[in-house]
């Protein structure tokens, strides 16, 4: 009887924690249809679109090399910064995005492609993100890792909270379920033999958080948060 509720509740804890890499994972399958102008990763390269490798987060028209349509740079010019929510739109409609925020109606988009499905945009999204954390903000979170102490918590699994600001934290073992508002340096630990899954939510009316499966006597550190599972974790970085 013990072991069963174990089990079911491990199967739990497993499939809540992939919802988000299941995400990812349709969209490396949708990512297909952009690959055949974009590139993304390692080595990544120009082709008939730009590298998109950390595209969340950066000025619209900016990757070195490209020679993007005078609409985009001027979009980026004005300020424009992609985020899940814009590449959304964007790749549903691209010239309606560009006249759009351009406020411009002769405004045409250079990407010829249109993706309509919701659940597809969100899926690759999510598989774009995958490729954040090499890029954007990662040395100035290497930095204030340095400060941080080691990992090892015999017999717990444990999460401190390495960012400035007041979270919300869920620790979830094989005996229980936690949650603590955290604030900076504060951590929050539960006892286990077999390791368990540790998320952390931006404020507690937060639906979409960052979750990480944790190794049995492993403790890990968030660095910065960021939403849809982006969040930097100490053990990421090292
Ligand atoms: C037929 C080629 C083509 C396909 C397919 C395509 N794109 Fe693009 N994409 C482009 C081009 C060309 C640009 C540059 C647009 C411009 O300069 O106006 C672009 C720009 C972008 C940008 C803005 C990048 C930046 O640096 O500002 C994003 C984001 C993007 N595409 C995402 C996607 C996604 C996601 C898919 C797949 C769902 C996709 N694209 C499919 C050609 C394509």
Redesign the pocket.
């Given at each position: 009887m013990k072991i069963q509720t174990i089990i079911s509740s491990l199967a739990i804890i497993i499939s809540v924690t992939s919802a988000h890499a299941q995400d990812a994972d349709a969209g490396r399958l949708?990512?297909k249809?952009?690959?055949?102008?974009?590139q993304i990763g390692d080595g990544a390269k120009n082709g008939?679109?730009?590298?998109?490798t950390g595209?969340i987060g950066?000025?619209?028209?900016?990757?070195e090399g490209?020679?993007?349509?005078k609409?985009?740079?001027a979009?980026?010019e004005a300020g424009h910064v992609?985020d899940e929510d814009s590449?959304f739109e964007?790749?549903s409609n691209?010239t309606k995005y560009?006249r759009k925020i351009l406020d411009d109606p002769r405004a045409k988009?250079?990407?010829?492609?249109k993706?309509k499905s919701e659940e597809?945009?969100r899926n690759?999204?999510a598989y774009?993100a995958t490729f954040q954390t090499t890029m954007g903000k990662a040395p100035e979170a290497m930095e204030q890792m340095t400060a941080l102490p080691s990992t090892d918590t015999p017999g717990r699994v444990c999460v401190t909270n390495g960012t400035a600001e007041e979270h919300l934290f869920i620790v979830e073992t094989e005996n229980t379920r936690i949650n603590e508002m955290l604030g900076a340096g504060m951590q929050l630990c539960a006892d286990s033999d077999q390791g368990g899954k540790i998320s952390v939510f931006e404020s507690p009316d937060d639906q979409e958080g960052c979750t990480r499966i944790m190794a049995p006597n492993k403790s890990d550190t968030l660095v910065r948060y960021m939403d849809f599972d982006r969040c930097f974790w100490g053990t990421h970085i090292e």
């Open positions: 949708v990512f249809k952009c690959a055949a102008c974009h008939a679109g730009p590298v998109l595209v950066r000025q619209a028209g900016s990757y490209f020679r993007y349509s609409y985009m740079v979009a980026g992609w590449i964007y790749i691209p560009l988009a250079k990407m010829r492609f993706l597809d945009r690759v999204i774009l």
